[in-house]
């Protein structure tokens, strides 16, 4: 079973064109200036098994240019991700990205590698957003793929009927400020 923080089944600022996207819950590598402070806890959050995500992916594939697995911290979870990873790589023609805070080099376990190895695009790297690319390095894993480019002020932003507001990608404080002052 994954423990997850949160999906989107239709994201534009996590990768090349529309994705799939699964943040996962657990994190201790407390970055500078993470955004993502509520994906810390180990706490249970969601937990879903691999077949159930594998199948929405599959059943959205027609819709989808790739799956991003982000944070959270993918790599604690490599275990069942990298079986996941299999699925979708083996099954379906979508790209795999990962946004992790760990460097390249430090993704040397047996389960990390397993990982690595149906990864196409991989953001490495603790987080700093006073940094250039938020200190970030992409990493090409795939040469047959579009390559990605980094753009650090990527923001989506979702408001549904009922107001509420899911915000994605790189958002300022002053962004998130005005769009609660205008919708709260
Ligand atoms: S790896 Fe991601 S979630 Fe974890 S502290 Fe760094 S930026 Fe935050």
Redesign the pocket.
Known sequence: MLNIYNIETSNYVNGNGCRYVLWVQG???????????Q??SFKQKKLKSIDEIFSQIKSLAHSLQGVTF????PFLQAKVLSVLAKMIKENTNLDLQI????SKEELKDEFHIKLLKYTDILVAG??DMNKPN?NQTVYMLNNNIDAWLFNNSDVEIEINDYMDIKITGYPTDKLIDGIKRECI
Not at 27 to 37: A, E, F, H, Q, S
Not at 70 to 73: D, K, N, T, Y
Not at 99 to 102: D, I
Request: charged share 20%; hydrophobic share 20%.
């Open positions: 994190c201790d590598l407390k970055c500078t200036g993470c955004w993502n402070k994906t810390w982000s944070g959270g911290e946004f992790t805070g760990y603790r987080f938020n």
